[in-house]
C-alpha cells in the first residue's frame, strides 16, 4: 500500500495530465456500520471551480459520473450552480447540485492536501431514489445514512426545480 505521499505525488501525475483525478473512499471495519462509500475530484480547484462529490454509489458509476461532470468543467468550462437540477448524467433521472461544506462523512482529504481546506469548495451530485424522489422529499426510498448530504437544495423547492 502506498504512503499518504506516494499516493498524493500520484493524484497530481494524473491532475497534470488529465485535469482532474478521482477519488474513492471506502469505509473498513473500523468505520461505523452506517459509513458509506464516497468519491470526489481534485484538481478543479486550480480552475476555479468546486470540486465535485458523490456519495453512496459504487466507485465504477461514481468514477464515471464524475469524470463526464468534470470533463465539462474542465473541457467546455461549463458551471454548475447549488440547486441545478441535471437531467443528462443518470439514465432516466435526474440529479440535483448542491454546494456545501465538509462534513464527518463527506471529507475530501486529498483535495484538502493538494490545495489547502481554505481553498477548497464542494459540489455535491445528489442521486434520486427508484421514484425519482430525493433525500430531502417525503418518502425517499433510502435510509438517510444511504447518501449522506454536504447540504440541501434551499433555493427553490424540488417540485419547481423540476418544473424549470
Known amino acids: 500500500m502506498p504512503s499518504i505521499d506516494e499516493f498524493l505525488q500520484e493524484q497530481v ?3 497534470d495530465r488529465v485535469g482532474w483525478s478521482v477519488v474513492h473512499v471506502v469505509p473498513t471495519s473500523d468505520d461505523p456500520p452506517t459509513a458509506v462509500s464516497f468519491s470526489y475530484t481534485v484538481g478543479l480547484t486550480a480552475h476555479d ?9 459504487p466507485a465504477e458509476l461514481a468514477h464515471g459520473l464524475l469524470n463526464d461532470l468534470a470533463r465539462r468543467v474542465y473541457d467546455k468550462a461549463a458551471r454548475f450552480s447549488h440547486g441545478e437540477l441535471i437531467g443528462d448524467v443518470l439514465v ?3 440529479a440535483i447540485i448542491v454546494d456545501g461544506p465538509p462534513n464527518d462523512d463527506l471529507h ?4 484538502f492536501a493538494v490545495y489547502g481546506r481554505d481553498k477548497v469548495r464542494l459540489h455535491q451530485l445528489v442521486w434520486p431514489d427508484e421514484q425519482g424522489r430525493f433525500p430531502w422529499e417525503t418518502g425517499y426510498g433510502y435510509p438517510p445514512h444511504a447518501q449522506p448530504l454536504i447540504a440541501h437544495p434551499q433555493t427553490l423547492p424540488p417540485e419547481e426545480q423540476r418544473n424549470r
Do not use: F, Q, S, T
Open 13 to 15: 501525475k494524473i491532475i
Open 49 to 57: 471551480h468546486p470540486e465535485l462529490l458523490v456519495a453512496g454509489l
Open 92 to 94: 432516466g433521472y435526474d
Open 108 to 111: 475530501p482529504g486529498a483535495a
